[in-house]
């Protein structure tokens, strides 16, 4: 009898520790960016950034507030895809290669460019900053 309750109380136990974990849908970086943050000058400026993780897609891409998804024609879980728009362009190069390039900045604020990552339930962003038209 004594030992059905202990084995009843490791499962217990371990039912209470397995449930404590991360909650549902809270998935650890499985993108691994090189680096979230960019800051370019007001000329046209790129950046590669890599990832350490192979399974992911662009989500997508904002400038001063202007949302892009849902990019037409472009299969996002591809190992390699261009999306060229208003004033960037975002590729996958392969698996593990995030480019970024933007044009010159003519506007006399600064423009903030997002670009939405996605892997399975973890989302992450880069972040470029380019400064106003000198």
């Given at each position: 009898?004594?030992?059905?309750?202990?084995?009843?109380?490791?499962?217990?136990?371990?039912?209470?520790?397995?449930?404590?974990?991360?909650?549902?849908?809270?998935?650890?970086?499985?993108?691994?960016?090189?680096?979230?943050?960019?800051?370019?000058?007001?000329?046209?400026?790129?950046?590669?950034?890599?990832?350490?993780?192979?399974?992911?897609?662009?989500?997508?891409?904002?400038?001063?507030?202007?949302?892009?998804?849902?990019?037409?024609?472009?299969?996002?879980?591809?190992?390699?895809?261009?999306?060229?728009?208003?004033?960037?362009?975002?590729?996958?190069?392969?698996?593990?290669?995030?480019?970024?390039?933007?044009?010159?900045?003519?506007?006399?604020?600064?423009?903030?460019?997002?670009?939405?990552?996605?892997?399975?339930d973890y989302f992450d962003r880069v972040?470029?900053?380019?400064?106003?038209?000198?």
């Open positions: 009898m004594k030992r059905i309750l202990f084995i009843n109380l490791i499962i217990v136990f371990v039912i209470t520790f397995w449930s404590c974990s991360k909650p549902k849908g809270e998935w650890d970086d499985n993108i691994k960016l090189s680096t979230k943050a960019v800051v370019f000058s007001a000329y046209s400026d790129s950046v590669s950034i890599k990832t350490g993780g192979s399974w992911w897609w662009i989500n997508d891409v904002s400038v001063n507030g202007t949302w892009f998804s849902h990019f037409k024609d472009i299969n996002p879980e591809a190992d390699s895809y261009i999306i060229n728009k208003d004033c960037f362009v975002v590729e996958r190069r392969n698996k593990n290669t995030l480019f970024i390039k933007v044009e010159e900045n003519p506007l006399s604020i600064q423009r903030i460019i997002t670009v939405g990552l996605e892997a399975g972040t470029i900053t380019q400064k106003p038209r000198p």
